[in-house]
């Protein structure tokens, strides 16, 4: 989602060469609607667009669906707070245009790896409430 026509089309070209498969936004609603009908795997969102900026459409997306992976990016040279933000909100990965095609699949790469979970295993004789011990933490993986 990116209401910059050159960028989009940019993007469009590095990941179809790379065999991924695009949609295309011009802002958040767009993308919002486009994800509604054909959902998707990954979401790479400018933070600045009309209509429904970044944030509010990573902070939507992330309301619905929690676990889906959302890139966030900005050439903006104010965006680095806002970047740093957009993390806070769930974005898995933030990139500063202008960037590489590699940091971008690089990027989309890390963001749809399977996410490690990590549980803790109760011993037989372990009290319930004894979780956050020495023991407890020996049993994660």
């Known amino acids: 989602m990116d209401d910059e026509a050159d960028a989009r089309m940019l993007i469009e070209e590095i990941l179809e060469s ?5 949609v295309l936004a011009a802002d958040g ?5 486009q994800y509604h009908s054909t959902p998707f795997d990954l979401a790479l969102i400018d933070l600045f667009m009309p209509n429904r900026e970044g944030l509010e459409t990573i902070k939507a997306l ?3 669906f929690p676990d ?11 965006a ?8 806070r909100l769930g974005a898995v990965e933030v990139l500063q245009k202008p960037f590489l095609p ?15 979970r990590r549980t803790v295993k109760q011993r037989p004789n372990q009290p319930a409430g004894r979780r956050g011990s020495r023991a407890a933490a020996n049993n994660a993986f």
């Open 18 to 22: 790379a065999g991924h498969e695009v």
């Open 29 to 33: 609603l767009e993308g919002m609607r």
């Open 62 to 64: 992330k309301q619905q």
């Open 68 to 78: 889906f992976p959302v890139i966030a990016m900005s050439g903006n040279s104010l």
């Open 80 to 87: 680095l707070p806002l970047l740093s933000v957009a993390q």
């Open 102 to 116: 590699g940091e971008l699949l690089e990027a989309i790469k890390h963001a749809l790896r399977p996410k490690r």
